[in-house]
């Protein structure tokens, strides 16, 4: 049974599932749980180290995003662990063995306490991404100033490419470029914002999945 330390999302000694928790100089990390020798090819252990081998290429691709996004929940652990962790306790990967992948809709590249974007919407064209939200400034916590981080994942290709810092939630639109070869393919996209000091970020929103 593995013990959680500092909330849901922060570090934790012992098993969780497949993944083992431990911490070096005071620094969190996570590992794939090692098995005995006759459990090591069961279904079930094969299972196990499909998902997360998954969890870890996703974040792996996103992490320069994700460094932004769980900023505030990566406490004695790396950002990406963060986000790991918050994969496998909230279910975000789907489909069976061995064909797995991320939940584009419920997983979060982003996680926080700001206020998030209002109305957001998202259109590819030739190889250019325009995000648009409406400027919900003075609501809440949100501010004229917050940074936009605006996130495309290629599903097919898996790679990613993001803009952070072009834009600000009174903006209400961010358009940048994305490469020429990722037309026809299944993209999907977020959009979050993070406070002008960068401690405060946004729960990231899906915008769906869209044709590159």
Request: aromatic share 12%; hydrophobic share 35%; proline share 2%.
């Amino acid at each position: 049974m593995g013990n959680i330390k500092q909330g849901i999302l922060g570090g934790f000694s012992g098993t969780v599932g497949p993944v083992v928790g431990s911490s070096w100089k005071g620094i969190s990390y996570m590992r794939g749980k090692a098995q005995n020798v006759k459990d090591r090819n069961s279904l079930a252990q094969k299972k196990q180290r499909q998902k997360f081998a998954v969890a870890i290429k996703f974040i792996s691709v996103v992490t320069p995003y994700i460094n932004y996004g769980y900023k505030n929940y990566a406490v004695k652990q790396t950002c990406g662990n963060a986000a790991v962790s918050y994969i496998f306790k909230n279910n975000c990967i789907i489909g069976e063995y061995p064909d797995y992948s991320i939940d584009y809709q419920t997983i979060k590249v982003a996680l926080g306490q700001l206020r998030k974007a209002e109305n957001p919407t998202v259109v590819l064209t030739s190889g250019t991404a325009s995000f648009n939200w409406s400027d919900n400034s003075g609501n809440g916590n949100a501010q004229a100033g917050d940074i936009a981080m605006a996130l495309l994942y290629n599903k097919d290709k898996k790679e990613a490419e993001y803009d952070i810092g072009n834009a600000t939630r009174a903006d209400g639109a961010l358009t940048f470029s994305y490469p020429s070869g990722w037309q026809g393919d299944n993209v999907v996209a977020y959009l979050s914002f993070m406070s002008e000091d960068g401690k405060l970020v946004a729960d990231s929103e899906y915008l769906g999945e869209i044709a590159g």
